[in-house]
């Protein structure tokens, strides 16, 4: 039961969060990540030849892990099959900001395929995928291990199934996302979380043209998450986990497919992350603490 509500400006909040966990806002992630991979090229999507080409959407979940350490226990992967040789079968995989690509081998029994492929690995979190796809079910089931053994997951189960991406700006955030509690934003000294409002709902900014009193008195987390919506619905891989956690555990549309997606947007998109970003930075944070 909801017993009491705080309202702490921007500024004094970012002095008293007292966790670890980053929470900065996603466009300087986004700009961040277009300097340091100005050599990416966003894979072409999979042509079906043999059958088991395309991407494979679902949940990516610790199965051996360091429990003292800081971890994801499940982030929303997309593996991609991207073409098979005689004997060689390439991808690549889109999960918490990153894509890596993987080359291994494989063997077909009936309509079962079961391979073997291996990331680069000159990536610390790079390793080793093992799965097999029935070419019916278009199911991808298997397990990840990591090569650095030190890492705080090293082992990861998936199941996985065919998803054709497409871009679809008139799709809404789902009334789930109402009153979320952010990922790490919960204070200890006074036991407040900062939440999501209906307020998040209220515009859809791939399709309206915002005005800045539709959201000047909108709360900060609110006006995260109607701007991350954008970059979700481009199927932009969050590394923040502040709003990975939310578009992957809530948003079941989501689908991680890209790093790069400053090309993508509209210039409608553009104008409301622009707005969407001035108002942010001086927002107050809804804060709600419950009863014991």
């Not at 039961?1 to 806002?25: D, H, V, W, Y």
């Not at 971890?71 to 995989?93: A, F």
């Amino acid at each position: 039961m909801r017993t009491c509500l705080f309202l702490f400006p921007a500024i004094l909040l970012a002095s008293c969060a007292g966790n670890n966990e980053r929470t900065g806002s996603e466009p300087d992630e986004l700009s961040a990540s277009l300097m340091l991979e100005t050599n990416y090229i966003k894979p072409a999507a999979p042509v079906m030849v043999y059958g088991i080409e395309g991407y494979y959407t679902g949940f990516f979940e610790a199965e051996e892990f360091d429990a003292n350490k800081n971890y994801m226990w499940s982030n929303k992967i997309t593996v991609s099959i991207d073409s098979l040789s005689e004997t060689t079968l390439y991808g690549h995989s889109v999960v918490a900001g990153n894509v890596r690509p993987f080359s291994g081998t494989y063997n077909r029994a009936d309509k079962t395929w079961q391979a073997t492929v291996s990331e680069p690995g000159d990536d610390r979190y790079d390793g080793v995928f093992t799965f097999s796809v029935h070419s019916d079910s278009l199911v991808l089931r298997g397990t990840w291990t990591a090569n650095d053994k030190k890492l705080a997951v090293t082992k990861r189960k998936y199941q996985l199934e065919h998803r054709v991406f497409g871009y679809d700006p008139n799709i809404d955030l789902p009334e789930d996302v109402t009153y979320t509690k952010l990922y790490g934003s919960y204070n200890e000294e006074d036991e407040s979380v900062e939440a999501i409002t209906e307020d998040a709902l209220r515009f859809n900014p791939s399709v309206t043209l915002l005005k800045k009193e539709d959201i000047e008195n909108m709360y900060q987390g609110d006006l995260e998450v109607m701007r991350n919506s954008i970059y979700a619905r481009h199927g932009y891989s969050f590394r923040n986990r502040r709003m990975r956690f939310l578009f992957d555990q809530l948003v079941d549309w989501y689908m991680p497919v890209s790093v790069n997606i400053t090309g993508e947007l509209t210039d409608l998109e553009k104008k409301n992350i622009d707005l969407l970003k001035r108002y942010e930075a001086h927002a107050e944070k809804y804060y709600d603490v419950f009863g014991r």
